[in-house]
């Protein structure tokens, strides 16, 4: 089956600093990733979506020049947490997809990141 | 706006017993519905998928079904395990939209 890995899978840093959180698609080329945040008890909540080679589409509430997205590849996908604050700490869970419609999505095994 | 609840929030059932677990979709245009597994600090398993033209899919001890027109799914687990612990979740993917919708999830916990 089709295999996304996510890189860190644990992540502490301190206030102030940046973060930048790798997920991959590992055996398929993924046209369009996802990246989610979910707080303890709490179910997903998509963040944005990006295609390769355009910019990301952020949800509503979602600070695009905090959480940047690149999707420069295929088959890799970024999300960089600038100036973090501890509010900030969240389980990211990133997700790729082939095409459009009823392809399925394919979910990472998340990053724990936890700004201290 | 499409909204995904699920019931109970939390269950705890003696090893052994089969149970289901209950999903409902305020939307019936969806392309397809997923039940996921997710165990604590852990990343999401994917259980089976529904896609929108079908009634039910199984996999060994799990069986899902759809019902599109009351927008509602069910899990239903056979014999359970105490490695059948952990959180499900259902998501559906709504017609003409490339967002999937999480429920919040319910928490099962087996005993052995």
Redesign the interface.
């Known amino acids: 089956g089709a295999v996304v890995s996510?890189h860190p899978s644990r992540v502490i840093c301190k206030s102030g600093t940046s973060v930048k959180i790798e997920c991959r698609s590992l055996d398929f080329q993924a046209t369009?990733m996802?990246w989610y945040r979910q707080f303890p008890?709490?179910?997903?909540m998509?963040m944005a979506?990006s295609n390769e080679g355009s910019k990301a589409t952020y949800e509503q509430g979602v600070e695009k020049d905090k959480f940047l997205i690149n999707h420069a590849s295929l088959t890799l996908s970024t999300l960089t947490v600038t100036s973090a604050h501890p509010e900030d700490s969240s389980?990211y869970?990133c997700?790729a997809?082939v095409g459009?419609?009823?392809h399925?999505?394919?979910?990472?095994?998340?990053t724990?990141l936890t700004v201290t | 706006k499409q909204e995904v609840t699920q019931i109970p929030a939390a269950l705890s059932v003696p090893e052994g017993e089969n149970l289901v677990l209950n999903c409902s979709f305020t939307d019936s245009a969806i392309?397809?519905l997923?039940w996921?597994r997710q165990d604590p600090?852990?990343?999401?398993t994917?259980l089976l998928?529904i896609?929108s033209s079908q009634r039910e899919q199984t996999s060994g001890r799990l069986n899902a079904s759809l019902d599109k027109s009351s927008g509602r799914s069910t899990l239903y687990i056979a014999a359970s395990q105490p490695g059948d612990s952990a959180t499900y979740?259902c998501a559906v993917?709504p017609t003409g939209g490339?967002?999937?919708i999480?429920?919040?999830?319910t928490?099962l916990f087996v005993k052995a």
């Open positions: 996510q369009t996802f008890k709490q179910s997903l998509l979506t389980f869970i997700s997809r459009q419609g009823i399925e999505q394919y979910f990472g095994p998340g724990r | 392309y397809n997923q996921f600090g852990k990343g999401l994917s998928l896609q979740l993917r490339f967002k999937t999480f429920g919040a999830g928490r």
